[in-house]
């Protein structure tokens, strides 16, 4: 059995991939800085500033999960280097990303 992972991209961009909704650190300070130069802006600096703390929360949580997995090595390769093995434990970490309350694995 494989796991379905995304074969152009790196360890991490596929972990991170859990988080679909995370737009890149980037593209929230590219919006950060658009807003702060208007009057009605504070509102929405607000929450692009959670909308940062969140995507910054969902970047640790893969690196602390990397070593979990001994992926540190292989954090940048692409997933279409890696072993079968190597990809079901890229695989596995998405899943405990997802924090679920109960994993069957035979």
Known sequence: QEAALD???TVVEELLSVFASDRSLEAIDVD?????KMA???QLIDQFVEERAAV???RKEVEDLLPVLGLMHRRDEPISMLSGGWQMRVGLGKIM???PN???LD
Do not use: K, N
């Not at 950060?32 to 702060?36: D, F, G, P």
């Open 56 to 58: 910054e929360a969902h």
């Open 97 to 99: 990303l997802t924090r």
């Open 102 to 104: 109960l994993v069957l």
């Open 40 to 42: 009605e802006g504070v």
């Open 7 to 9: 074969q152009t991209m």
């Open 32 to 36: 950060l800085e658009r807003v702060s």
